[in-house]
Nanobody
Framework: QVQLVESGGGLVQAGGSLRLSCAAS????????MGWFRQSPGKEREFVAA????????NYADSVKGRFTISRNNAKKTVYLQMNSLKSEDTAVYYC????????????????WGQGTQVTVSS
């Protein structure tokens, strides 16, 4: 079992930045690829970004490429999502996830989820 707890969400103006954190506990953190998803009201949950076990490989949704950066600190068992140049359409609940499979470039399918953190971007 892996427990995931997100933090860092909040209200920010368009063009601003936020950094989300996700602290993991439980089994070996380095054995999991990590990722972020988001869900807006009335929409399906969508993939945002993922990072492999070592942190050397990342993958991003086209909508956030060049603006968001995913990273991880395995010693701290924490994954981050740095979000810059935020837009109103980035408003959503952001979910941290963990996957046993290290394939983040194909179909990234999480096995564990956090409870989510709200990000609201005002225009």
């Amino acid at each position: 079992q892996v427990q995931l707890v997100e933090s860092g969400g909040g209200l920010v103006q368009a063009g601003g930045s936020l950094r989300l954190s996700c602290a993991a506990s439980g089994r070996t953190f380095t054995g999991y690829a990590m990722g972020w998803f988001r869900q807006s009201p009335g929409k399906e949950r969508e993939f945002v970004a993922a990072i492999n076990w070592s942190g050397r490989s990342t993958n991003y949704a086209d909508s956030v490429k060049g603006r968001f950066t995913i990273s991880r600190n395995n010693a701290k068992k924490t994954v981050y999502l740095q979000m810059n140049s935020l837009k109103s359409e980035d408003t959503a609940v952001y979910y941290c996830s963990a996957a046993r499979s290290n394939d983040i470039l194909g179909s990234y399918e999480p096995d564990y989820w956090g409870q989510g953190t709200q990000v609201t971007v005002s225009s």
